[in-house]
């Protein structure tokens, strides 16, 4: 079982910055770890992904040039600069323990754990 707590989510003005943490309680039993995000009325949506192993990441095209995914080995990270009103939602971090190298890293389906989530509101 994988707990993931999610903090760093607030109101900041277009433009700025805010970072996101996401405490594991296991590690090493994930092949992928993530972020999500939900803003209001639409569905989720992938923002980043981080292949535990290799350290490969994966960014959603809006977030591209402006987010960054990290790890260590018990937190996850979510550099956010630049943003944007359209980046308001409730951020969530989420892990996998069955996805492989040849799965869509960016689809929610595939992964297994979730936080309560984050909420991220930027105003303009």
């Known amino acids: 079982q994988v707990q993931l707590v999610e903090s760093g989510g607030g109101s900041v003005q277009a433009g700025g910055s805010l970072t996101l943490s996401c405490a594991a309680s296991?590690?090493?039993?994930?092949?992928?770890m993530g972020w999500f995000r939900q803003p209001p009325g639409k569905q989720r949506e992938g923002v980043a992904t981080?292949?535990?192993?290799?350290?490969d990441t994966v960014y959603a095209e809006p977030v591209k040039g402006r987010f960054t995914i990290s790890r260590d080995k018990t937190t996850l990270y979510l550099q956010m600069n630049s943003l944007k009103p359209e980046d308001t939602a409730m951020y969530y971090c989420?892990?996998?323990?069955?996805?492989?190298?040849?799965?869509?890293?960016?689809?929610?389906?595939?992964?297994?754990?979730w936080g309560q989530g984050t909420q991220v509101t930027v105003s303009s």
């Open positions: 989420a892990a996998s323990n069955f996805m492989s190298r040849s799965s869509q890293p960016l689809l929610f389906s595939n992964y297994n754990y």
């Open positions: 296991v590690t090493y039993i994930s092949t992928y």
């Open positions: 981080i292949y535990t192993s290799g350290g």
